[in-house]
């Protein structure tokens, strides 16, 4: 499982730099072979590993594609990845389309999701996580089944 949250350089060819903590692992899973892609909510990218991604493919593939919303997420998600391997420098190469659409600057967080990474501009991510704190703190009560959440 990936956590944490890591700032990392791009350098001037878009290239990230994956942090030494997940190179053994992402080896080890999908032999450096990850799939980005958009998300559809956040303004990130999201980083799989191939064997995660293929998951999800599998799942979609047995929707219908006659359905509407269907056929959107399909043109998004799937339209818009992009096959990445790991370098013998442990670089990523992101591509300037999907770095264009995030809004990614040089300064990015690489945010360990469970089964995957999301790429996020600095700046976007820094606001974002005030503004979820602003909003936590200043609720009264949490739903139930947040508040049964082991923390």
């Known amino acids: 499982m990936f956590r944490g949250s890591s700032a990392i350089n791009l350098d001037a060819k878009g290239r990230l730099a994956m942090p030494s903590r997940y190179r053994e692992e992402l080896d080890e899973r999908c032999e450096g072979q990850l799939v980005i ?3 559809l909510v956040d303004p990130c990218l999201c980083i799989y590993p191939l064997t ?4 999800i493919e599998a799942l979609l593939s047995k929707k219908s594609s006659l359905h509407p919303e269907m ?3 399909n043109r998004l998600l799937i339209g818009s990845a992009v096959d990445l391997e790991l370098d013998s ?3 990523l190469l992101i591509p300037i389309r999907l ?5 990614l600057t040089k300064q990015v967080m690489l945010v360990g999701q469970l089964n995957k990474f999301q790429l996020w501009d600095e700046a976007q991510w820094n606001e ?6 602003k ?3 200043s609720c009264d009560a949490l739903s139930e089944e947040l508040m049964n959440l082991v923390l």
């Open 37 to 39: 892609t958009i998300d």
């Open 135 to 137: 909003d936590i703190q």
């Open 89 to 91: 420098s442990g670089r």
């Open 128 to 133: 974002l996580i005030r503004a979820d704190l």
């Open 52 to 55: 995660e991604w293929e998951r």
């Open 71 to 73: 056929r959107r997420l």
């Open 99 to 103: 770095r264009e659409q995030a809004g």
